[in-house]
């Protein structure tokens, strides 16, 4: 929507002042963005040219790459099977498929969490490049932004954190033609780098992408720029583009830019969330089970195993569609449970199967956009044992260009709809509707534009309340039906939505209908508490001091009928 629709005005003139603020700060860091892609290179990744007895080295989560080079011959290169054996300095085995990557040449990719002497042996079904052997020698990690993969908290089954300990709160963007943006530039990647710079600088860790998508099939805008528009693409995941397939050979331009790509979102700290498969998105599949399928299947499980930030998703939608069934995802998870040596975290973008099989996945992905949200957010991490992500809560956040409205297109909507799945234990996600899918506005914050840039400042101040106060540690309150309790505080409040610690502090998200609400808590033992008021919308703290504990503390938002989180810390 243009800055000159006076619906817009009318409708959010209450927060002039704050856009015209966020308007200045994206002026100003967007020269920093640009100078910050000349940071971003493959020289972090270790790439070797095998020879006899090879000893390199690499550090903690650095993608590494010995290449082989096998003869010429008659069969298909993507039948070979090859890989390698590496063993650990713990004794530990790991079998690591490698790959085809033209001109006769073999990739083994690795890459590990545990420093020390790692040795590696190959096998193939090709003489010449069996029983090659070599060492890596891993040294602890120097890299910024590198904290290994992303686990599930062994104190915590229904939270995340890194291979080095550290919490991760989760907060993914939408990004389903990333693999598109550069496609076409051997020299570099200025567009991916802009739109993921945007997207570290704002708090977002976890990036939703498919391996490729061709067209969407609802209408988008008419006049949206060349530059923005990646929908169907001369070029597809096999030989011969999308529309003729040749289903015997991919196409490794693709997958080589996709290397790229996942290396410079695991520079920047980003989790590479891949949908394997998306039906919706007009791309032209083998049949389910045949050769073609496996070899997509398998090679991409093959080659991308080794990022530290890879989590594995099935399919976008999956049982939505009539393209594939239940059997067909479980046959699917077990192959990846069988190539997978790195044991990256998998989920499927469908509730329908995750609710009926927790078991085969390691967190449920949920798309949910009912009015309810939270209710329905609070059940949702009650009933499963892992960590729950609303992968799409139907807000779509209104762009210059209209592409899927989904059910709510409000900016602060869309927030609030994030904050109400949070506050339920639950992780949540961003849409924009002119970066989700194939119209991807890649420098959104640039000063050039004439509309509004996406509102990626609310999120950031998400991520650092979340920083703040980790996520990890807090658990929501379930309240009662009832605001009257013989316990007297098992609501925490008379409204709004409460998460505690076990330590004495609290977060309430209060709705922006809220006039005031009563906090009814435990009696801590200094008597005392800290309350402090937060605006999801700028940012801002305001600190009300340390107060007299009572049964019934009013109290009233210094934002009074927007959004607020009330903190509430032991003394």
Not at 155 to 163: C, G, S
Not at 213 to 227: H, N, Q, T
Not at 314 to 341: F, M, N, Q, T, V
Not at 527 to 546: A, C, D, H, L, S
């Amino acid at each position: 929507m243009q800055k000159n629709n006076p619906l817009r005005w009318i409708l959010f003139s209450f927060k002039e002042h704050q856009a015209q603020a966020y308007m200045i700060r994206a002026l100003t860091y967007t020269v920093g963005c640009w100078l910050l892609l000349t940071f971003y290179t493959q020289a972090q990744t270790v790439s070797k040219a095998f020879s006899k007895n090879l000893n390199s080295q690499a550090e903690q989560w650095q993608v590494h790459d010995i290449k082989f080079k096998g003869k010429s011959g008659s069969e298909n290169p993507f039948d070979v099977k090859f890989g390698a054996i590496y063993s650990g300095p713990d004794g530990q085995l790991m079998d690591v498929p490698g790959f085809f990557n033209g001109n006769n040449e073999w990739v083994s990719r690795f890459s590990a969490s545990q420093t020390g002497n790692w040795t590696f042996e190959t096998y193939s079904s090709r003489p010449e490049l069996a029983g090659l052997k070599g060492s890596i020698k891993i040294s602890p990690n120097t890299r910024p932004n590198q904290k290994g993969a992303v686990i599930i908290d062994p104190k915590n089954p229904k939270a995340f954190v890194y291979e080095d300990g550290s919490p991760h709160f989760l907060l993914a963007y939408e990004l389903d033609w990333l693999y598109a943006l550069d496609y076409e530039n051997p020299e570099g990647m200025p567009r991916t780098g802009k739109i993921l710079n945007d997207v570290q600088n704002h708090g977002f860790n976890h990036v939703v992408m498919n391996a490729y998508a061709y067209d969407v099939g609802w209408g988008v805008a008419k006049d949206v720029p060349e530059e923005y528009f990646f929908g169907k693409p001369d070029y597809g995941i096999f030989e011969g583009g999308n529309e003729n397939p040749n289903f015997d050979r991919l196409n490794l331009k693709l997958f080589q830019h996709l290397d790229r790509v996942f290396l410079a979102m695991q520079e920047r700290g980003l989790d590479a969330h891949l949908m394997i498969y998306v039906w919706n998105k007009k791309v032209n599949w083998p049949e389910m089970y045949s050769k073609a399928d496996n070899m997509y299947f398998h090679y991409i499980i093959d080659r991308y195993q080794a990022f530290s930030n890879i989590i594995w998703d099935i399919s976008k939608e999956a049982l939505d569609y009539g393209r594939c069934d239940i059997p067909y995802l479980h046959e699917r998870i077990s192959r990846i449970r069988a190539r997978d040596a790195f044991k990256r975290l998998l989920t499927v973008h469908d509730y329908e199967y995750n609710s009926r099989h927790e078991d085969k996945v390691d967190f449920v992905s949920i798309q949910s956009w009912r009015p309810n949200l939270y209710s329905l957010m609070l059940q949702g991490r009650q009933f499963h044992t892992k960590p729950v992500v609303n992968i799409e809560h139907g807000g779509y956040e209104e762009g210059p260009y209209i592409s899927f409205l989904g059910n709510y297109t409000n900016a602060e909507t869309c927030l609030e709809r994030t904050y109400e799945c949070v506050f339920a234990g639950v992780y949540g996600s961003y849409y924009w509707q002119d970066a989700a899918w194939n119209i991807v506005v890649w420098d959104a914050m640039d000063e050039k534009h004439d509309f509004d840039p996406p509102r990626y400042d609310y999120y950031k101040h998400m991520a650092d309340l979340f920083e703040k106060f980790k996520f990890n540690d807090f658990k929501p309150s379930v309240p009662k039906l009832t605001t009257n309790d013989k316990g007297g505080n098992d609501n925490l409040a008379t409204n709004g939505f409460g998460m505690y610690d076990d330590k004495g502090n609290y977060l309430m998200l209060i709705p922006k209908e809220t006039e005031r609400t009563n906090v009814i808590l435990p009696k801590p033992e200094s008597g005392r508490v800290k309350v402090t008021w937060m605006n999801p919308f700028t940012g801002e703290y305001q600190e009300k001091g340390i107060i007299d504990w009572s049964g019934w503390m009013e109290m009233i938002s210094p934002w009074q009928y927007e959004m607020s989180v009330l903190i509430i810390e032991k003394i």
